[in-house]
């Protein structure tokens, strides 16, 4: 048996964030959706997203489909594996797994044709559709990966150099860290391999840092927080989640906040997280073309990968911005900024593919990664399906 993580209409309703991958590739608490998946089914899932996306085929034969959407947990896998052939699972109206009796290859064809015999499941499930799903659970979805990661392992020990609050902490192998405040009384604190916690840090869990991230000197850390791998962070972060290989080094506010890959967050940027008469704050939403409610009186700045902002950028609350975007200048920006605009306050210009595609490259250079042909053809295919956002060009 196969296993098959598919997108459903989610997809959409979490760009900016997914442009560039599928959900199931989305950081939550210590790792993506699909990594959470490969360890309880004990072998890698493949993915079904958008064609765009895609990189890898099934195989013919039986396979399971589960709905990449969808954090695992023990109780929903046993479900899963009961199924009959043309047998699934719904929940809410969501549907969650399918067996069907054929393979199927394309995304809106398992949707729609797959002719399964749906099953309602009772049991709670955390789901993760709306970008502000990632960091209003990310506090659960960390502390439930943390006994995951952790049950039966020992941790490596920190220098007598820290002060340790609470017993609610796990090192891996190669962690350096000194004079640093560690609170993890209020939640678990993970430091992943090779983590580096300059001098003077302090911390509040829950707290997941990724392989080899690093928090510069005097940085203050409020959780739940997650700092995706190979990232620099500095300044005060309050219940952020930064996807990987995205640098915030300096200080400045960032608070309640996803962060996507190869961000780069300027000197002394500031968001705002709260509106000045504590209303609901409204987010823009690819889905339904307009401002929505996000039933969150907290909510930052949403970036997609590749994007960046100069020093002293100020942030509306709920202020979304697309992929390999380049804001800089005095002044409020706009609350919806689309993926290749390159300005600020006083207007947008285009942010040529070419040039963008040059930085990217330099920029994962620096960390011995390539800009192949895949991303650049996903980065290609989001220039010109994002041209209707960018009004200045008609």
């Not at 300027?266 to 039933?295: H, M, P, Q």
């Not at 390539?370 to 956002?389: G, N, Q, V």
């Amino acid at each position: 048996m196969q296993y098959c993580l598919f997108d459903d209409y989610s997809w959409e309703q979490l760009l900016p964030l997914t442009f560039t991958r599928s959900v199931a590739d989305l950081r939550i608490g210590i790792d993506s959706i699909a990594e959470k998946w490969q360890r309880i089914l004990v072998e890698k899932p493949y993915i079904l997203s958008q064609d765009y996306l895609q990189y890898s085929r099934l195989e013919e034969g039986p396979c399971t489909y589960i709905n990449s959407s969808i954090i695992p947990n023990d109780e929903l896998l046993a479900d899963i594996k009961k199924l009959k052939s043309g047998e699934g699972l719904n929940y809410n109206s969501k549907l969650i797994a399918l067996k069907p009796s054929k393979t199927f290859f394309n995304l809106n064809e398992l949707i729609e044709n797959n002719s399964c015999q749906l099953i309602s499941y009772n049991s709670p499930l955390i789901t993760i559709e709306r970008p502000w799903d990632i960091f209003t659970k990310n506090g659960l979805v960390l502390k439930q990966d943390f006994i995951n990661y952790t049950n039966g392992r020992n941790s490596a020990k920190l220098s007598n150099t820290n002060t340790i609050i609470g017993d609610n902490i796990f090192v891996e192998k190669g962690v350096t860290a000194e004079a640093c405040i560690i609170n993890c009384s209020e939640g678990p604190v993970y430091l992943g391999k090779g983590a580096n916690l300059m001098e003077g840090s302090i911390i509040r869990g829950p707290l997941s840092m990724g392989e080899s991230s690093t928090l510069k000197l005097g940085t203050k850390i409020y959780g739940p927080t997650t700092i995706g791998p190979h990232s620099k962070v500095g300044g005060e972060l309050n219940n952020v989640v930064i996807q990987g290989f995205s640098n915030k080094a300096h200080d400045g506010f960032l608070g309640n906040s996803v962060i996507g890959a190869w961000c780069n967050i300027g000197a002394d940027t500031n968001t705002s997280n709260l509106k000045n008469n504590y209303a609901e704050v409204r987010l823009w939403s690819y889905t339904e073309k307009r401002f929505i409610k996000t039933g969150e009186q907290f909510c930052g700045l949403i970036m997609g990968d590749h994007s960046k902002c100069g020093i002293n950028t100020m942030f509306n609350t709920g202020t979304v911005i697309g992929v390999s975007a380049n804001i800089f200048g005095e002044g409020f920006p706009r609350n919806i900024i689309p993926s290749f605009a390159w300005g600020g306050k006083n207007g947008f210009m285009t942010y040529k593919y070419d040039k963008a595609m040059e930085v990217a490259e330099i920029v994962m250079g620096r960390r011995g990664i390539e800009l192949d042909k895949r991303e650049r053809s996903i980065l290609k295919h989001i220039f010109d399906t994002s041209a209707e956002y960018r009004t200045w060009e008609k």
